[in-house]
């Protein structure tokens, strides 16, 4: 049993005899399709700022563009007089229920798309940036040699955690204008990587870089 002929049938099924002879099927397979193309589409693209999109949304948002694209036509297969509100409402009971399912499996496959997506584009860049590692590990030994040296700290940081933070933002920012500056630095990407950087620093140095300020400086 092909689509179309299903449809026919569900429609048979849950449609009053007034609305049924006015039921083009091909026409409600085709925008269902236009439809959900559309919304899928503009769903990839605007995903980082829709951060409150979820399926209820994905699906109004097709059904509301079918309703634009068929009521009008199947409005005009009704005679003058006829109760329009009440055709709307029943044409949309009738597109949730048979589409509901479909839309959200689209919804669902769509969102796995985008979280495998991210999660490659994740992999790949930590890997990329363990990769410079070295290079992280050299400018913070250079920062702390030539830049915060003994005298210095002493003067300008009340206590070791100060001092901690002044060079984990000092590498960041170098790290940042060495290997990352095709990046905005609003942009969530780089915010990832920021992140990673810390997390790395407070992880292999505090405990150093504390004890460094402690010796030069006192408790």
Known sequence: MNLITTVKILINEELTDQLRRRI??????????????????????????????????????????????????VASRYGEGSDLHKLYYDLWDFLDNFYSRRISKAYYDIEKQ????????????????RRRLVALDNILKYKIKDVYTPKKICILYKDADELLEVIIEAVAETMYYSYFSNMDDLSYDWQKIYYHIHSYIKEEYSEKIKEYYHINCGD
Not at 47 to 67: G, R, T, Y
């Open 24 to 73: 083009d099927f091909e026409e409600f397979e085709k925008s269902f399709e236009n439809s959900l193309d559309i919304q899928s589409t503009r769903f990839i693209k605007f995903k980082d700022v829709w951060n409150m999109f979820d399926v209820n949304k994905f699906k109004h948002q097709v059904l509301s563009q079918m309703i634009d694209e068929i009521f009008d036509k």
């Open 114 to 129: 985008i979280n495998e997506s991210i999660l490659n584009e994740e992999t790949s860049q930590l890997i990329w940036l």
